[in-house]
């Protein structure tokens, strides 16, 4: 590079003349990409990467600074040759070239990086399904609820894409067991039939219910699964309960858990909550998306809770819904001592956002987290597992102790 860097230390005019063609320079770029922006509806990440991809200021401003330094317009007294542009230019472009080249980069790969991970469900994994909602169904007082859930999260243009599934043990011979889970089917397909939306009811005899569910899951390349919350009766078992520690472990779609003391159209405010590394897991864009659409259709205040890397990305999302959306860092990771849990009251709608499914080490961990939620009223809540099958995760991204950690 043609600089001689001596004049920095003898004369101010080099560093005044390359601070002014720095600001000058980086300034319009960002102001074309702002416009640019505004002018096409994107986001701050496609912006982010259109003032990087332009930003940087090399080949032809050096090739331009060099000829006009090499262009002689006469001699002066002293036999020194007036230039068209001087030392004090070609030495401030070199700085120029730098700082703007820096500052390229570093706006470029965080704009591609935030898009990249928002286009594929994890690293090197592309979205291939389209969207397929199972709502098992065993208790017919629940229905009502779990119909709404999958009704407020799944998409506009998804007309036929829900399916109610009642299974039967295969060894079973009471034919009064049998009618009474056709007609618990029945009603789902009538509720919701009453919203326009198309419910594919599916009678199956099985082993069990958790092989059951796991084989429509397969054959129907489901991508989201909505359970209701197991209630507690034994001191021995899992909050959870046997059947959804099945499915989480063998089911790879994305699963919601829901409990609603109260229907879902008198929640005020839906707080969501993301543990560290949150940008990392795969499905994060489909979920939030899901949120985001729940949120919205309830006019309900939104606020989310996470680590800054994936808030920066959430807010993407955000921008193109334009919803009112409170994001705040979460200091507290222990979710159980943390002030926005201790706050809940009648009207808000928790969702957790889990993982480490397969990870038994957690267990404790998650039933301490699930049993001090089973002790709260007043309130809902939906536990987000996000999909399974990114192996080339680390997997200390995966699991829900980061709720656990101290400050």
Not at 255 to 282: C, E, M, Q
Request: hydrophobic share 45%; charged share 20%; glycine share 6%.
């Amino acid at each position: 590079m043609l600089i001689d860097y001596k004049v920095f230390f003898k004369d101010a005019e080099t560093l005044k003349v390359g601070l002014i063609m720095i600001i000058v320079a980086t300034a319009a770029k960002y102001l074309a990409a702002w416009l640019t922006q505004k002018s096409f509806g994107f986001s701050a990440d496609e912006r982010r990467v259109i003032f990087g991809l332009s930003n940087a200021q090399a080949a032809a401003t050096l090739a331009a600074v060099v000829i006009g330094y090499n262009i002689i317009l006469r001699t002066g007294e002293v036999g020194m040759p007036i230039r068209l542009l001087d030392e004090n230019v070609l030495n401030g472009t070199i700085l120029m070239i730098l700082v703007t080249c820096t500052i390229a980069s570093f706006s470029a790969q965080k704009g591609a990086r935030n898009l990249a991970l928002l286009a594929e469900d994890g690293p090197g994994t592309k979205l291939t399904f389209s969207e397929k909602i199972l709502i098992p169904i065993s208790n017919a007082g629940s229905i009502n609820e779990l119909i709404n859930l999958a009704l407020a999260l799944k998409s506009p243009k998804n007309r036929d894409g829900i399916y109610a599934l009642s299974v039967i043990k295969n060894s079973a011979e009471d034919l009064a067991a049998e009618k009474h889970t056709r007609q618990i089917l029945n009603k789902a397909v009538v509720t919701a039939s009453a919203t326009d939306v198309i419910l594919n009811g599916l009678l199956r005899y099985d082993l069990n219910l958790a092989n059951g569910i796991t084989s429509v899951v397969k054959e129907q390349k489901i991508s989201d699964i909505i359970l209701g919350f197991h209630a507690k009766k034994q001191e021995v078992e899992s909050s959870l309960g046997s059947i959804t520690q099945e499915i989480l472990k063998s089911c790879h779609a994305t699963i919601w858990i829901y409990k609603a003391p109260y229907s879902l159209d008198s929640v005020k405010r839906h707080i969501v909550t993301i543990p560290d590394n949150g940008h990392f897991y795969p499905g994060l864009s489909l979920y939030m998306t899901k949120i985001m659409r729940l949120a919205a259709g309830s006019a309900a205040e939104i606020q989310i809770y996470s680590s800054e890397e994936t808030l920066e990305i959430i807010k993407g999302l955000q921008r193109k819904w334009g919803l009112q959306t409170e994001m705040h860092v979460l200091k507290n990771r222990n979710i159980l001592k943390a002030e926005l849990v201790k706050d809940l009251k009648h009207g808000d709608n928790l969702i957790l956002v889990l993982a480490g499914r397969q990870n038994s080490m957690y267990e404790k961990q998650m039933e301490k987290l699930l049993l001090g939620l089973q002790a709260g009223r007043g309130y809902n809540f939906i536990l987000v597992y996000p999909p399974l099958g990114a192996s080339n995760l680390r997997t200390d991204m995966f699991n829900p102790s980061a709720f656990f950690r101290s400050t």
